[in-house]
């Protein structure tokens, strides 16, 4: 299991340490933040997108599909009761491909870490020490 540490800095800032790498997670100023960093929801989104993206990658390399400019572009909606994100759009910019490298694509895509993780609920244990 991965280690990640994370620690309250101020306001509604944290400090994220995981391996050698440090991360701000913060909030907008309109909710009392200093945006000096990603919210959880968008790492959520972007978690899901370059996780994807990397599957793409290795999917294109395999084809022969050149990768240069290769982008991901990803929105996502929210909802409340409960508060969490209710849609994801994720589009990938490949130049031009076949509709079969286009599906082939998509359905690498979905066999991230990240995306069956979500479709397959991962146990979550919370405690407080």
Known sequence: MAA?????????????KIRKHTMTIDVPEDLKGTDSGPMPPELFVLSLASCMGYYVLFYCRKNGIPVEGLKIDADFEKAKDPDRVSKIDIKFHV?????????????IAEKCMVHQS????????????
């Open 95 to 107: 130049g031009n491909v076949s509709e079969e490298h286009k599906q082939g694509m998509i359905k």
């Open 4 to 16: 990640i540490s994370i620690s309250f800095v101020d306001k509604m800032k944290f400090e994220a």
């Open 118 to 129: 979500i479709i397959h609920k991962p146990d979550i244990n919370i405690s407080v020490g």
